[in-house]
């Protein structure tokens, strides 16, 4: 039987490993395909805030100013934001209604992420399909670049590039 300094050292370091996996493993600024922000929920990145407001309007904050919006400011009541596994972003009402979208459904359902750039865009990856066009003046653009065999590298910088790896 192990003794209780060795249990306790044990516990701590698989507490350490833990926490490191769980910071490490989860970004406040991604929303991945099959999830959803209720009412009152957001992405962030710095001083960027992505907020699915509990008045249905989904709103890019930049140092609390208001630079984008989806213009749905009481369109509906209990609004979801939804990216779903076709690449189309989507606020439903209470009632299951789409009340706006990105209209960037795909044919084939594939894994689509939304990201909050430091840039201060928003985009929908899975190959860039949409993005917001907020992006502040001034920053490093954000390059992607791949071809077919390889995965997709980002570099950081102002505004989006797709680079053709071909």
């Known amino acids: 039987m192990a003794s209780p300094s060795l249990r306790i050292s044990t516990l701590l370091i698989l507490s350490a490993t833990l926490a490191f996996l769980a910071?490490?493993?989860?970004?406040?600024?991604?929303?991945?395909?099959?999830?959803?922000?209720?009412?009152?929920?957001?992405?962030?990145y710095g001083n960027y805030i992505l907020i699915m407001q509990?008045?249905?309007?989904?709103?890019?904050?930049?140092?609390?100013?208001?630079?984008?919006?989806?213009?749905?400011?009481?369109?509906?009541?209990?609004?979801?934001?939804?990216?779903q596994s076709d690449g189309n972003l989507v606020i439903?009402?209470?009632?299951?209604?789409?009340?706006?979208?990105?209209?960037?459904?795909?044919?084939?359902?594939?894994?689509?992420?939304?990201?909050?750039?430091?840039?201060?865009?928003?985009?929908?990856?899975?190959?860039?399909?949409?993005?917001?066009?907020s992006n502040a003046v001034g920053t490093a653009p954000v390059i992607i670049s791949g071809n077919s065999t390889h995965e997709p590298a980002v570099v950081a910088g102002d505004g989006i590039t797709m680079v053709n790896g071909k």
């Open 23 to 44: 910071t490490s493993s989860f970004a406040d600024n991604v929303l991945y395909s099959g999830y959803e922000l209720y009412g009152g929920e957001s992405l962030s």
């Open 54 to 83: 509990t008045d249905c309007s989904l709103v890019l904050y930049d140092f609390g100013r208001a630079v984008w919006s989806s213009k749905t400011y009481n369109k509906g009541f209990s609004c979801t934001l939804r990216l």
């Open 92 to 133: 439903y009402d209470g009632h299951k209604r789409a009340i706006w979208a990105t209209n960037t459904g795909r044919k084939q359902p594939g894994h689509y992420v939304l990201v909050l750039q430091p840039d201060r865009n928003v985009v929908i990856y899975g190959g860039a399909i949409w993005g917001s066009g």
